[in-house]
């Protein structure tokens, strides 16, 4: 038993394989929807944080003994920025800490405007194998609009990069929905990902984020909020296009070529357990869930101390929580849900040994009146109307929170 915090301790390692997650929290620019935990400007700490990064990785080789790494993610922030033999020396430290399989999936972000093909083939002697581009738009319009560093020309030749380097295996990140985007724009952009032929495509609506500059400018009319019923329409449009390219559509911002799932987020969705890594980074582990501190300085320090101590404190995990049986109900069936495979009722029914309907028949029934919500003899799945009101069925599936003492 491993010690977290005082009211958090995770158990010796179930024999399933897992995946593991690096942040790396560097960019360049901080855009303006962007909420994930990022800095601009402290790329001179790279250094030392791939120092943390491989004290971290020791911390928890006991841990994870005996357990197969399926999956190696290396996600920010830039990954990008890092020189590539700092993301070589990660690598060897997870492959020498952890039972990484010989064909574990390896991937890494992007930025279009931070990678040459001699960066990735870099990459691709130190074992990286999947690249996800951040290309967003190809629009130079819409780019400036987003933040991006980045030209469409820019994006073109990153991928043209990525082919010339090896890689077989490239996603494109690209976001619709944007304020004012006529459907014409969100066309474009999307008839020019699907003609470079990528083997995956993750495509997101534009989300307000609380606390980030896009919304601030929203709340003092700068900036039109994105348009719902343009979200809709674009979205609509683009689960039609992509049915008849040959692509997946497997979640519900993802599609994929036959055998391409991005198989390191397939764990999240089908709430397998997997270990961060990284100043920010969440895990879930042996019955627990817990993340690291935010801050890349305070991470650093915290895992020296840890690393230095006697008794086994993991000093740099910020919070924690042991995972009840009702916790892990109702997030195996939004995560699934969020599938487009969906929920397996006879698995769920076998692992939590309650019925998926004994738990949350009344919702469930509630939501496929509305159309949202359709059941085969052995799954029950969003609707293609489902997958736009996702988020209102998801609401309702939460406990109710606690009152206030």
Known sequence: MYLIRSDVTIQPAAADSIGIYVHIPFCTAKCGYCDFNSYAGHEHLIPSYTTALTLEAGLWREALAGREVESIFFGGGTPSLNPPDEMASVVDTLRANFGVSADAEISLESNPGSVTREYLRALRTAGFNRLSIGVQSFDDEELVTLDRIHTAEDARRAYAAAREAGFDNVNL??????????????????????ALAPEHLSLYALTVEDGTPLARDIARGRTPAPDPDAQAEQYEWTQDRLARTGYEHYEISNWSRPGKRCRHNLIYWQQREYLGLGAGAHSHLNGARFSTVLLPDRYMALVAESAEAADGRMRHILEGET??????MVDALILGLRLVDGVDTGAFARRFGRSVDDVYGDVLDEFATYGILERTPTHICLTRRGRLLANELFLRLLPEPAPAA
Do not use: K, Y
């Open 173 to 194: 990140d690209l976001i619709f929905g944007l304020p004012e985007q006529p459907l014409e724009a969100w066309q474009r952009s999307l008839e020019e990902a699907i």
């Open 323 to 328: 995972i009840t049986p009702a916790m892990a």
